[in-house]
T-cell receptor, first 114, second 118 residues
Framework: DAGVTQSPTHLIKTRGQHVTLRCSPI?????VSWYQQVLGQGPQFIFQ???????GRGNFPDRFSARQFPNYSSELNVNALLLGDSALYLC?????????????FGNGTRLTVT | AQKVTQAQTEISVVEKEDVTLDCVYE???????LFWYKQPPSGELVFLIR??????QNEISGRYSWNFQKSTSSFNFTITASQVVDSAVYFC???????????????FGRGTQLTVWP
């Protein structure tokens, strides 16, 4: 079975622009989470979706939004990009939404904002 | 507050040496879950182990072993007879029981960069 797939792998944007990142979960997984990993740091939680509903939101501004589609794939949108948004964005899927359900991560999208 | 501390930023060893990666956590809950993930240069976080707070039995999987000590809030990871392929960043993470907006959220430490030299 394919793992979590993310697209694109790399992206360069200019300050003020908008970006959409995409994620396809492992087949059968209904929960998708998004994490931001700044260089040299551990991943920080952005969102979790389960059965197409937002189930958790981290401490990120409203410029960050996401959604989950009927096929359980997900998009992360970031508006009005700032230089500080440059990071590796990781998508993870899990079978369930609970805290003991291991997350399986994709390779990430590396976003550079200039 | 929930917090995971990995005090070792970087560790370098020579192949075949044993190495232990430290992880200390803070939580107010009595039920929680601990994880270790490996991040090779490709960027993908690879799940290694999950441990719940009620199971303090140590675990061994091949060259990997984990020592969970609730009394000291530590969940340390040991690689025996390290290999070059073990070179990666290793993250310890904490998840709490399902509760409101923190459902399924992982709190990660800052990671330990392990370099194994041939």
């Amino acid at each position: 079975d394919a793992g979590v797939t993310q697209s694109p792998t790399h992206l360069i944007k200019t300050r003020g622009q908008h970006v959409t990142l995409r994620c396809s979960p492992i087949s059968g997984h209904k929960s998708v989470s998004w994490y931001q990993q700044v260089l040299g740091q551990g991943p920080q939680f952005i969102f979790q979706y389960y059965e197409k509903e937002e189930r958790g939101r981290g401490n990120f501004p409203d410029r960050f939004s996401a959604r989950q589609f009927p096929n359980y794939s997900s998009e992360l949108n970031v508006n009005a990009l700032l230089l500080g948004d440059s990071a590796l964005y990781l998508c993870a899927s899990s079978l369930l939404a609970g805290g003991n359900s291991p997350l399986h991560f994709g390779n990430g999208t590396r976003l550079t904002v200039t | 507050a929930q917090k995971v501390t990995q005090a070792q930023t970087e560790i370098s060893v020579v192949e075949k040496e044993d190495v232990t990666l430290d992880c200390v956590y803070e939580t107010r809950d009595t039920t929680y879950y601990l994880f270790w993930y490996k991040q090779p240069p490709s960027g993908e976080l690879v799940f290694l182990i999950r441990r719940n707070s009620f199971d303090e039995q140590n675990e061994i999987s091949g060259r990997y072993s984990w020592n969970f000590q609730k009394s000291t809030s530590s969940f340390n990871f040991t690689i025996t007879a390290s290999q070059v392929v073990d070179s990666a960043v290793y993250f310890c993470a904490l998840s709490e029981p399902d509760r409101g907006s923190t459902l399924g959220r992982l709190y990660f430490g800052r990671g330990t960069q392990l370099t194994v030299w041939p």
